[in-house]
């Protein structure tokens, strides 16, 4: 497989592990009672509300364009997003629960800034690497 092909293949596979994992937590921010989400975290529970559906719409944002072959660079705009919300994560974790549990955000974050770089910069869509069953 061509080097750029497989970074291709990564990309996708981090995307869509990315967007399940922001689908279930956008999810969660919003079936969770508020006063659960907001014990442990400074934040008021109508603005983790609206993080859950950025979140949510950051998974969508990250999978469907590429599959779909419909506006594409929202990909990149998605994983921006949720690099800044990933940021703001961080350090919230990280003081409220400590470092230890503030890697988690941190990971997912550079996670995310891999998938925004690798789309713009690397391997974005449109580029010759691509297969067509991967458009």
Known sequence: MPEGRTLN???WIVQW??????????SMKLVMPIEEMTKDVPLPGAF?????????LGALGLVLP??????????????????IIMAGATVITMSAMGVGTGLIPLTVGL?????AYGRWRLSP????HHSRSLR
Do not use: C, D, N, Q
């Open 111 to 115: 996670l995310v800034v891999f998938v």
């Open 66 to 83: 590429g599959t779909l072959g419909i506006k594409r660079g929202l990909t990149l705009l998605a994983a921006v997003g949720l690099t």
């Open 48 to 56: 983790l509300r609206f993080i859950g559906v950025a979140e949510i």
């Open 9 to 11: 293949v990564v990309l």
């Open 17 to 26: 592990l990315l967007a399940v994992v922001y689908l279930f937590s956008g």
């Open 125 to 128: 869509f449109g580029h010759p």
